[in-house]
Nanobody, 122 residues
Framework: DVQLQASGGGLVQAGGSLRLSCAAS????????IGWFRQAPGKEREGVSC????????YYADPVKGRFTISSDNTNNTVYLQMNNLKPEDTAVYYC???????????????WGQGTQVTVSS
């Protein structure tokens, strides 16, 4: 079974850091793109970042460029999202998902993790 397990969320003050993990099972992360999305209360889900080791591609949405770093660890079959200099507007539930390509379009992601809450206080 294909599964994605997101973890690492929590409560942090503005300017702080968190590292999210997306542990994959049932497939190898090197063979697919893994994307991170987030959804804040009352807002639509938005793409944050994605990585494809196979295609050697990485993408960051403008609001997180220079602050977030995505990486893939094939030893642990896990994708990480290092989030630095967090802002209150980063508060959301963060989801990881699997896709054939590193493109921030929800519809092409066919497996999703359960989400992890990130709350940034001002």
């Amino acid at each position: 079974d294909v599964q994605l397990q997101a973890s690492g969320g929590g409560l942090v003050q503005a300017g702080g850091s968190l590292r999210l993990s997306c542990a994959a099972s049932g497939f190898t992360v090197d063979d697919y793109a893994i994307g991170w999305f987030r959804q804040a209360p009352g807002k639509e889900r938005e793409g944050v970042s994605c990585i494809s080791s196979r295609d050697e591609s990485i993408y960051y949405a403008d609001p997180v460029k220079g602050r977030f770093t995505i990486s893939s660890d094939n030893t642990n079959n896990t994708v990480y999202l290092q989030m630095n200099n967090l802002k209150p507007e980063d508060t959301a539930v963060y989801y990881c998902a699997r896709s054939p390509y590193c493109i921030m379009v929800d519809a092409i992601y066919n497996y999703w993790g359960q989400g992890t809450q990130v709350t940034v206080s001002s």
